[in-house]
Nanobody
Framework: QVHVVESGGGLVQAGGSLRLSCAASGRIFGINAMGWHRQAPGKQREMVAVIGNAGSIHYGDSVKGRFTISGDFAKNTVDLQMNNLQPEDTAVYYC??????????WGQGTQVTVSS
């Protein structure tokens, strides 16, 4: 079983920045990718950013140019630097790890609230 733990959420004013961190641990065979997703109240969960262990990176359209994902697959960690945050970025942010053995594992989420 793979355990995923996020940290770094909080309250910030519009235009501000936050950095989220995530670590995967436990019975890991090999992490192929890690990523961040978010879910706002009343909305479906959406992909924010994903990074593969070979370096491929994908961003959701709404965060391109503002958010930056980085990963260390030797440590099974991934960070999300969020700049120029806007009220519409308010959501619970979830970290996902894709492991060769365990498949997809999710963290419990961290709240990000952006005030206008």
């Amino acid at each position: 079983q793979v355990h995923v733990v996020e940290s770094g959420g909080g309250l910030v004013q519009a235009g501000g920045s936050l950095r989220l961190s995530c670590a995967a641990s436990g019975r890991i065979f090999g992490i192929n990718a890690m990523g961040w997703h978010r879910q706002a109240p009343g909305k479906q969960r959406e992909m924010v950013a994903v990074i593969g262990n070979a370096g491929s990176i994908h961003y959701g359209d709404s965060v391109k140019g503002r958010f930056t994902i980085s990963g260390d697959f030797a440590k099974n960690t991934v960070d999300l630097q969020m700049n120029n945050l806007q009220p519409e970025d308010t959501a619970v942010y979830y970290c996902q790890a894709l492991d060769e053995g365990s498949g997809s594992s999710w963290g419990q989420g961290t709240q990000v609230t952006v005030s206008s």
